[in-house]
């Protein structure tokens, strides 16, 4: 493909049915065949997706067929051209052939290899052999003429709904390395980066985002990658576009009746039409600041999606992704009853210091040691745990009491509290939340002014407003100028300032998390642009072990082959890989390093923490072979989609059987539980393990059921 930040040439990419290549071939010397194939949209099966042509009989038989999840390859012979003719796509079971299972067959690109010799036909499926066909039981005098036979391979779709495209094609001589021509030239992707979406909330698979006029819309954030096969980002030359789709048929949603676009771009504070500002690659990355100007409930509570496709290249299925499916709600509108808040007081009690954690789900009026569920304020962005009373409709004068009682309990040793919430509730918005009044707020700025910080205001605001990839730049950027005070200062700020506390350890990792990520990469690398990952995961898990204070325990296959999904790499491993792995890791090691934790994580009997495991290994876990387990069963894990800068990242999630029979998902955010302030007190707080077990949706340990 030339140079790599050269545009796609028209050449790179061929649509299947305008695929054709002809060869001499030896028939003692063979020959080789191999091509990158994406399939898409093929609904009847088998569909042909290559087939021979022999000009001299008039015949063509298939050569490259695919029948739902199995790939088959034909060889070259008469005695296939006898079994099946012209357009026969029933294909006997007796017609000998090389098969290969293929879990996702169709919008992946596949590289196939077609070794052919006069002894054997070799099918390779991404640079491994998948399958071997001996050709002495098919000798036949008649089976292939002497000296070489003229054919020609087309691309064809088996029926109208087949549709692809070949990359990087080559007939080659049979002494070439197949494995090398896997790795030489592979052909890109576009891909939603799912760890830079910020201020979407994930509601089971959907997102939710607050839009419809602009007093009430407001700004998400996502970048969309340029990726090869491999996962590693390529730098082109290209603009990236978003539009909005109806979910269910991928058609544009249309304007607003003040004739809106559906979707907007913001740009310096600036709304365009998203249409008019595509976004330039840069490095592989593009990043969008969007607004969604049409209502679900205005368009029959349909949903939407986004469409992310590379400007000028309309119809390459490859350079296109798309969002999950979307409901755009109004700022008022109460959220759905799944996305919940658990709400628990100090695991002191302030009276008798004695009194266990509960739940109440009848009452929203504070009572002592209670842990309940309770709908969001629209005013609110978290609900702090024992503090005032939860409703739809939250008097100011009802916060402020309870910012009074909670700085009360500060004051007095028992500010220990354990937030639970939803693993998708992301920061909504930036208004204050319950225990971040605007007394609170003037408090605290008092104090921080009067430290001081050297951070301009201009870049605190930026890091307020700014997505994941803008935050992890100024930190970055920060990071190496400032002084380790300076930076607490501008943790304090940012917490302030948007009215999230969980920033604050983020900011303050920060300078770690990077010195400490530099040095392992230049072990790891060695000054190599690429490393074998294999050859790295002994370095990765020295580093880990050593961060997160344990000596006891190192990190299994599997545990690796999640930080290989995270870091998007194969084989080899760039340094784009290797940040992307360790803005993850580092804040899960830097948890598991906090004594309450890691004696969880060091436990054998029972087994607290299994490992590194998906949200949907979770609930695969909890599904038995009769259904869903006992209600109160339950598994910790950490979240996959959480990674520095983002507040959460590090941060543990339970999933849990419900007493609903349904599965729940609530991100704990502990970080108030050992505060510093309990320790000074030498306030007696109870193991992170016993406080789980005393919540009454939570009574038994589940177990993690890998998939072989």
């Known amino acids: 493909m030339g140079e790599n930040n050269q545009i796609i040439g028209e050449d790179d990419y061929i649509l299947l049915k305008d695929f054709k290549v002809e060869t001499e ?78 879990e996702h067959p169709q919008n992946n690109w ?43 391979l087309i691309g064809i779709t088996g029926d109208s709904n087949l549709q692809g495209f070949i990359h990087d094609a080559k007939v080659l001589l049979s002494t070439l390395s197949i494995k090398e021509q896997y790795v030489k030239d592979p052909p890109l992707r576009l891909s939603i980066d799912e760890s830079s979406i910020s201020d979407i909330e994930e509601d ?17 954030s996502l970048d969309v990658l340029l990726l090869n096969t491999f996962g590693q980002p390529v730098n ?103 996305t919940i808040v658990w709400k628990k007081i100090s695991a002191v009690h302030p009276v008798n210091g004695s009194q266990p954690f509960g739940l109440d789900d009848s009452s929203c009026e504070p009572k002592h040691n209670i842990v309940h569920e309770a709908k969001l304020s629209p005013t609110s962005k978290r609900v702090r745990l024992g503090e005032a009373k939860i409703s739809a409709v939250d008097q100011h004068s009802e916060e402020c009491n309870s910012l009074a009682s909670k700085q009360n309990q500060v004051e007095n040793g028992f500010g220990s509290r354990l937030e639970a919430r939803p693993e998708n509730f992301e920061e909504m918005n930036t208004s204050l939340s319950d225990s971040e009044s605007t007394g609170a707020r003037d408090s605290a700025l008092k104090s921080v002014s009067s430290r001081g910080h050297s951070v301009p205001d201009v870049t605190i605001f930026r890091y307020c407003l700014g997505g994941l990839t803008d935050r992890s730049l100024l930190l970055k950027e920060i990071a190496t100028t400032v002084s380790d005070e300076e930076i607490s ?12 506390s969980h920033h604050r350890h983020q900011i303050k990792m920060a300078k770690r998390l990077i010195d400490e990520g530099t040095v392992a990469w230049n072990l790891i690398s060695q000054n190599n642009i690429q490393v074998q990952w294999e050859s ?13 204070s344990c000596s006891s325990r190192s990190l299994t296959q599997q545990d690796f ?35 309450w934790v890691n004696e969880m994580w060091n436990s054998t009997s029972p087994k607290w923490i299994e490992g590194f495991i998906t949200k949907e290994e979770a609930e695969l876990s909890l599904q038995g072979s009769r259904g869903l387990q006992e209600p109160g069963t339950f598994i910790l894990r950490f979240p996959t989609s959480r990674s520095w ?64």
């Open 25 to 102: 071939v030896d028939e003692e010397k063979g020959f080789i065949l191999c091509f990158w194939v994406y399939i898409f949209n093929s609904n009847a099966f088998p569909s042909t997706i290559l087939k021979q042509v022999y000009a001299e009989t008039n015949s063509s038989p298939p050569l490259l067929v695919l029948d739902e999840k199995t790939l088959m390859i034909f060889p070259l012979t008469c005695l296939l051209n006898e079994a099946l003719g012209s357009g026969n796509t029933d294909l006997p079971s007796e017609v000998p052939k090389v098969s290969a299972e293929i």
């Open 110 to 152: 596949i590289h196939v290899g077609y070794e052919v010799s006069s002894d054997f036909v070799r099918l390779y499926i991404n640079g491994e052999i998948a399958g071997e066909l001996h050709l002495s039981s098919l000798s036949n005098d008649n089976s292939m003429p002497n000296g070489s036979r003229k054919r020609t």
């Open 204 to 220: 089971n698979g959907f997102w939710n985002i607050v839009g419809g006029k602009a007093s009430c819309r407001r700004i998400f």
């Open 236 to 338: 082109k030359e290209l603009e990236v576009v978003a539009s909005l789709l109806y979910a269910h048929n991928w058609l544009p949603v249309e304007k607003t009746n003040d004739e809106e676009p559906p979707l907007l771009a913001s740009c310096d504070g600036i709304e365009f039409a998203s249409c008019d500002r595509p976004c330039k690659l840069s490095k592989g990355r593009a990043s969008f600041k969007l607004k969604i100007s049409k209502l679900s409930s205005k368009c029959d509570n349909r949903q939407f999606c986004i469409k992310f496709g590379v400007s000028k290249l309309e119809g390459y299925r490859f350079l296109e992704d798309f969002s999950p499916s979307i409901r755009c709600i109004s700022r008022n509108r109460t959220p759905r009853t799944s």
């Open 489 to 500: 200062g501008f943790a304090e700020q940012v917490s302030l300032y948007s009215g999230c």
């Open 536 to 548: 790295a995961v002994f370095e990765i898990e020295e580093q880990f072990m050593k961060i997160a």
């Open 561 to 595: 082959e999640l930080l290989r999904k995270i870091a998007g790499c194969q084989e080899y491993m760039a340094q784009e890989n290797f940040e992307k792995m360790w803005c993850w890791l580092y804040p899960v090691a830097y948890t598991l390093s906090s004594d």
């Open 645 to 708: 800068p983002h507040p959460d990242a590090g941060s543990l999630v339970v999933t849990y059987v419900g007493t609903d029979y349904c599965l729940h998902h609530k991100l704990l955010s502990i970080d108030n539980v050992y505060s510093s302030g309990v320790r000074e007190k030498n306030v007696k707080v109870k193991p992170l393990q016993d406080m789980l077990l005393e919540e009454p949706e939570l009574s038994r340990l589940g177990r993690i059921m890998r998939r072989h």
